[in-house]
C-alpha cells in the first residue's frame, strides 16, 4: 500500500504544482499576461512587474501553498517511508517548474520548494536552514541565482554533515538540481559580492 499511496500523491503533487497560478491570476486580476513581462517567467515575479503588489503576494502564497498538501499527508497524516515525502515534494517542484499546461515550461520554483518544506511539519528544520541562507545570499550575493544556488548549496552541506546518510540531504540534492536547471541561464557569471547589504554598506 505504501507504493501506492506514494505513487498516487506524487502524480497529485505533480499535476496541482502544475497549476500556473500566476499566469492565471495575470490574466483573471490583472488582464494581463505575465509572460511579456521581465524574464517573461511564468511565476509570480513577473505578476509584481506587471504592476500590482497585491496579485503578486497572492500569486506567491498560491505557489507555496501548492507545495504543501500531498508532502504533509505523505509525511504526517500516512507517515509513508522516508523517500516518499522525498519523491512527492520532488514531484510538486518539477510540475511547477516544467507544467504541460505551458508547454512544459514553468517557474524558477522558489516558492514551491519553500511549499513542499513547510509539508514536512513538524519538522521545520530544513525550511529554516533554506530560508536563513536564502536571505544571507541574497544580501551577500548581487545575482539573485547565484543566491539560490549558493544557499541550496549551503543548506546540502549543512544536512550533509548533520544528517549523514539520510533522506535531508538527498532532498536538498534534487531541489538544488531542479533550481540549477531553471537558473541556468542567469549563472554564466562568476558570483560576486554586490547583494542589498553589501550595497547598504558601501552607499554609506
Not at 504544482?17 to 513577473?46: E, Q
Not at 536552514?129 to 551577500?140: D, G, N, R, S, T
Not at 554533515?161 to 549563472?187: A, N, R
Request: proline share 4%; net charge positive.
Amino acid at each position: 500500500m505504501d507504493i501506492i499511496y506514494t505513487v498516487a500523491l506524487a502524480l497529485a503533487a505533480f499535476i496541482l504544482g502544475s497549476i500556473p497560478f500566476s499566469v492565471i491570476m495575470g490574466r483573471w486580476l490583472l488582464k494581463k499576461d505575465i509572460t511579456k513581462y521581465g524574464d517573461g517567467n511564468p511565476g509570480a515575479t513577473n505578476v509584481f512587474r506587471a504592476g500590482s503588489k497585491r496579485v503578486g503576494l497572492f500569486a506567491v502564497i498560491l505557489d507555496i501553498l501548492k507545495g504543501i498538501p500531498f508532502v504533509l499527508i505523505a509525511h504526517y497524516v500516512l507517515d509513508l517511508p522516508a523517500l516518499s515525502p522525498v519523491i512527492i515534494a520532488v514531484c510538486a517542484v518539477l510540475g511547477h517548474a516544467f507544467s504541460p499546461f505551458l508547454n512544459w515550461k514553468g517557474g524558477k520554483a522558489i516558492a514551491v520548494t519553500f511549499g513542499t518544506m513547510l509539508g514536512l511539519m513538524p519538522q521545520y528544520e530544513m525550511f529554516m536552514v533554506f530560508a536563513i541562507a536564502m536571505i544571507l545570499a541574497a544580501f551577500l550575493i548581487g545575482n539573485d541565482s547565484w543566491g539560490v544556488m549558493i544557499a541550496s548549496g549551503a543548506s546540502l552541506i549543512y544536512f550533509a554533515v548533520t544528517k549523514g546518510y539520510s533522506w535531508e540531504p538527498l532532498l536538498m540534492l534534487c531541489f538544488m538540481i531542479i533550481l540549477g536547471i531553471k537558473h541556468f541561464e542567469d549563472l554564466h557569471s562568476v558570483p560576486r559580492l554586490g547583494g542589498r547589504f553589501y550595497k547598504l554598506i558601501h552607499a554609506r
